[in-house]
Nanobody
Framework: QVQLVESGGGLVQPGGSLRLSCAASGRTVNRDAMGWFRQAPGKERELVAAMNWSGFSRYYADSVKGRFTISRDRAKNTVYLQMNILKPESTDVYYC???????????????????WGQGTQVTVSS
């Protein structure tokens, strides 16, 4: 059974940094596309960053370009989202997602992902 477990969320001041982790179990995800989404109550899930199976193709939402980085540690079977220069509008629940199709492209649509983590709360406030 594939499971994704996020961690690393919390309360941080504006301008601060957090690194979210998404640890996978039940499947080696080193050749899978992964994504990070955010969701506020009552709103649709929104893509923040994603990478294709090889990691050579990456997508970032305009609002996070230059501040967030998605990466993968193959030895740990874990995907990260490094978030720098955080802003109050970054406050949300963040979810990691896994696609097992091994398509070559970056996947940007939530419905195309096969597995989701439980989410981790990120709050940016002074």
């Amino acid at each position: 059974q594939v499971q994704l477990v996020e961690s690393g969320g919390g309360l941080v001041q504006p301008g601060g940094s957090l690194r979210l982790s998404c640890a996978a179990s039940g499947r080696t995800v080193n050749r899978d596309a992964m994504g990070w989404f955010r969701q506020a109550p009552g709103k649709e899930r929104e893509l923040v960053a994603a990478m294709n199976w090889s990691g050579f193709s990456r997508y970032y939402a305009d609002s996070v370009k230059g501040r967030f980085t998605i990466s993968r540690d193959r030895a740990k079977n874990t995907v990260y989202l490094q978030m720098n220069i955080l802003k109050p509008e970054s406050t949300d629940v963040y979810y990691c997602a896994l696609d097992t199709s091994q398509r070559p492209d970056v996947i940007t649509t939530p419905g195309e992902y096969d597995y989701w983590g439980q989410g981790t709360q990120v709050t940016v406030s002074s």
